[in-house]
């Protein structure tokens, strides 16, 4: 097989300046320079220029801007200008998916029927609450002293400019679980996307644009966060900020954003867990691993990294899984016969392998992979590890990589309480044919979503966080209303 050809836009893309977009119009930066780097290659893929402080300051002050009006049309417009861009993306598919693949190393086919196809539906879903986001009428018991009546209503509003700060994984998608829900509130954003995935965002602010949006609506800024993240979320404007991306970063977010009032939601990494009962046949338990820890590389926040596996059935399980994974075709991201692409960038590359190092170090053993796949690019061979114990690193330390830390359990309420002993909390699957004793199990599950024969699988209608070290909040989803909106209540008195 060979790579798809790249559309004749997506080449005119690239050979364009790139920067940012502030105020309804594409600009270059003025801040210091950085690359974009092809992870199937290593290449340079295009160098930009990142926002200094006034780039970032026009940002935030062309959201304020825009918030009054956009806050005062009438929703059902707001709902139709959503509907309008996840037009405009279904049709834009080949070209964002080639652009996307080109950033981020995700398989082409991945791009189009996830990154793509997902951010379309939940563009969608969130368009659906425009006229639907209600507050409700009160009873209220104040006594009348001269006939006098009182009533009382509540009503959501806006909270106003929201930072939306998009992690490299899914730059498109995510971002749009950020905009769509606070646009849809009658809110607007300034979003803020990886240094390693910069491009994408850039594309989708152009063609809301020509949907309509109004200018400062969706502003975006490109460059080092540890520069914009202090200067985005300290703006005066800055009423919200939505965080998606690692326990460190997000927990300095956190820190910076409550110190000044300003709202938070955080949705984090953490060390998932999948527990497989053992009704199930080793056949079955492998499909359920590649499922929930092998997608996009294992590059995924709620992707299982933590297998527990019944004694009598680990070897077979092992066995199998083994020559699933090395049967997998590695190759360019472009090329739709490929199943494992690259990791995104060279220093999840770097600690991908540090963490197999040290695993071998301390003693796990490599039933599979474990190695750099060699050549140009960021390709790490899917890899299953045998851990010694509980205490090792890998059962520990997220890997976000095709790295599954696997052990064998003989008593599986034993397993949960391990499972549970954990300061994180994002995401767990059990899987067994006996529903009752699944649900039974996924009642004590400590993780903001429990998957059941199922994993990493998410719906715009089921809401999704973390709990304890994993987070703060809820997208999707009604849930999603609460961080996004003011509740006021009303007393009248007549």
Not at 42 to 56: F, N, P, V
Not at 350 to 374: F, M, N, P, T
Request: net charge negative; proline share 5%.
């Amino acid at each position: 097989m060979s790579d798809v050809a790249l559309l004749p836009q997506v080449t005119a893309f690239l050979g364009r300046r790139q920067g940012h977009f502030i105020h309804g119009e594409a600009q270059e930066g003025q801040g210091a320079a950085f690359s974009v780097t092809n992870p199937a290659t290593g290449d340079t893929l295009l160098t930009l220029k990142g926002a200094d402080e006034a780039q970032a300051h026009a940002a935030m002050q062309a959201a304020q801007a825009a918030f009054a009006p956009w806050r005062d049309m009438p929703t059902l417009q707001r709902g139709a200008l959503l509907l309008k861009l996840a037009d405009a993306l279904a049709e834009e598919r080949e070209a964002l998916a080639q652009l996307e693949s080109l950033c981020s190393g995700k398989t082409i086919q991945l791009a189009r029927m996830l990154e793509i196809d997902q951010s379309v539906a939940f563009l969608r879903y969130f368009a659906g609450w425009a006229g639907k986001i209600n507050g409700e009428t009160l009873d209220v018991s104040l006594p009348s002293f001269a006939g006098e009546k009182y009533t009382a209503f509540t009503r959501r509003q806006p909270v106003g400019v929201v930072v939306g700060i998009v992690p490299w994984n899914f730059s498109i998608m995510i971002a749009v679980w950020k905009l769509a829900a606070a646009l849809v509130c009658g809110c607007t954003v300034v979003l803020k996307p990886s240094e390693y995935t910069p491009l994408t965002l850039l594309r989708v602010a152009e063609l809301a644009t020509a949907c309509g949006f109004p200018p400062g609506v969706i502003n975006v800024v490109n460059g080092s966060g540890a520069l914009l993240g202090p200067l985005l979320i300290g703006h005066p404007a800055c009423a919200k900020v939505s965080f998606t991306g690692s326990v460190a970063t997000g927990n300095a977010v956190n820190r910076l954003a409550t110190e000044q009032g300003k709202r938070v939601t955080l949705e984090l990494g953490g060390k998932n867990a999948a527990l497989f009962l053992d009704d199930l046949s080793p056949e079955e338990m492998v499909n359920g691993i590649l499922e929930a820890g092998y997608l996009n590389q294992g590059q995924i926040c709620a992707a299982a990294e933590c297998f527990w596996l019944p004694e009598q059935k680990m070897e077979a399980v092992l066995a199998l899984l083994s020559e699933r994974l090395a049967a997998m075709p590695i190759g360019s991201p472009l090329d739709e016969a490929t199943v494992v692409g690259p990791l995104a960038n060279r220093a999840q590359f770097d600690k991908v392998l540090g963490l197999i190092e040290q695993a071998r170090a301390e003693g796990d053993e490599i039933v599979c992979g474990g190695q750099a796949q060699g050549g140009k690019g960021f390709f790490v061979q899917p890899t299953a590890i045998r851990v010694a114990s509980v205490d090792s690193t890998l059962m520990r330390e997220e890997t976000f990589g095709p790295v599954g830390s696997f052990i064998a359990y003989q008593d599986a309420e034993q397993a949960l309480a391990t499972i549970n002993d954990s300061p994180y909390g994002l995401a767990a699957s059990v899987w067994s044919h006996n529903l009752s004793h699944a649900l039974r199990i996924s009642e004590r599950l400590e993780a903001g979503i429990v998957w059941i024969n199922m994993h990493t699988f998410l719906d715009p209608a089921v809401p999704f966080g973390g709990v304890k070290g994993s987070g703060i909040g809820r997208e999707f989803g009604s849930a999603f209303i609460d961080d996004y909106t003011e509740l006021k209540s009303v007393m009248v008195r007549y």
